[in-house]
């Protein structure tokens, strides 16, 4: 089935560095990705939609200069982190669309990457 | 405004015991109905979906759920609870257009007693 790698897994950082997190579709091609923000105890948020090609769609009041997504090519997508801060401490999920029968609405998850700020 | 609400937190069923996880949603129309589990630490994997048909949809791990549309609820349901089904589990929904963003239900945490 298909598989989508998210690296790092777990990253610490200082305020005010900038942190990428990258995302890999394995064995299948993903024209578009989906970035999700996980707070602690709580739901997913979507953040973001990375397209192959083209600028990501942002969701409303994500900061598109914090946040700067990049899909290089048709199997990675990237979410950097910039000028992190303790408030951006999170667990940040990329996912892909499926496709044929399954349909876009059958997502395949990464194992996600907690970001923590110092 | 489109939204998904599980109304239980945490729950705590001893194991061998049957489960019910509750999901409600409000949506224009009816839309494609997921269950995903999440252990610690962990993406999300899916345990089923409902797109259209059979009301009653058959997942993996021993899981089942049934779309009701006159209550806009997805309730999911196991007979006998595993300790390894301990996780947190998210209801959510997508458009039909199959845009492939979905929305999330707040969670819940089951915890098993052994």
């Known amino acids: 089935g298909a598989v989508v790698s998210q690296h790092p897994s777990w990253v610490i950082c200082k305020s005010g560095t900038s942190v990428k997190i990258e995302c890999r579709s394995l064995?299948?091609?993903?024209?578009?990705m989906f970035w999700y923000r996980q707070f602690p105890k709580q739901s997913l948020m979507l953040m973001a939609t990375?397209?192959?090609?083209?600028?990501?769609?942002?969701e409303q009041g994500v900061e598109k200069d914090k946040f700067l997504i990049n899909h290089a090519s048709l199997t990675l997508s990237t979410l950097t982190v910039t000028s992190a801060h303790p408030e951006d401490s999170s667990f940040y999920i990329c996912s892909a669309p499926g496709t044929g029968t399954a349909g876009a609405n059958v997502l395949t998850f990464g194992a996600g990457s907690r970001l923590t700020v110092l | 405004a489109q939204s998904v609400t599980q109304p239980d937190i945490h729950i705590t069923v001893s194991e061998g015991a049957s489960l019910e996880l509750r999901c409600n949603y409000s949506?224009?129309?009816?839309?494609?109905l997921f269950w995903y589990v999440q252990s610690p630490g962990q993406g999300l994997q899916l345990l089923l979906k409902?797109?259209?048909?059979?009301?009653l949809v058959q997942g993996i791990k021993g899981f089942e759920a049934e779309f009701k549309r006159s209550q806009s609820s997805f309730n999911l349901r196991k007979p006998s609870v595993h300790w390894s089904d301990a996780a947190e589990y998210f209801c959510?929904?997508?458009?039909?257009?199959?845009?492939?963003?979905?929305?999330f239900g707040q969670g819940t945490t089951l915890q098993v007693k052994p």
């Open positions: 949506y224009g129309a009816t839309p494609y």
């Open positions: 409902y797109f259209s048909g059979d009301t």
């Open positions: 064995d299948f091609q993903a024209t578009t």
């Open positions: 959510a929904v997508g458009a039909p257009s199959n845009t492939g963003k979905l929305i």
């Open positions: 990375s397209n192959e090609g083209s600028k990501a769609t942002y």
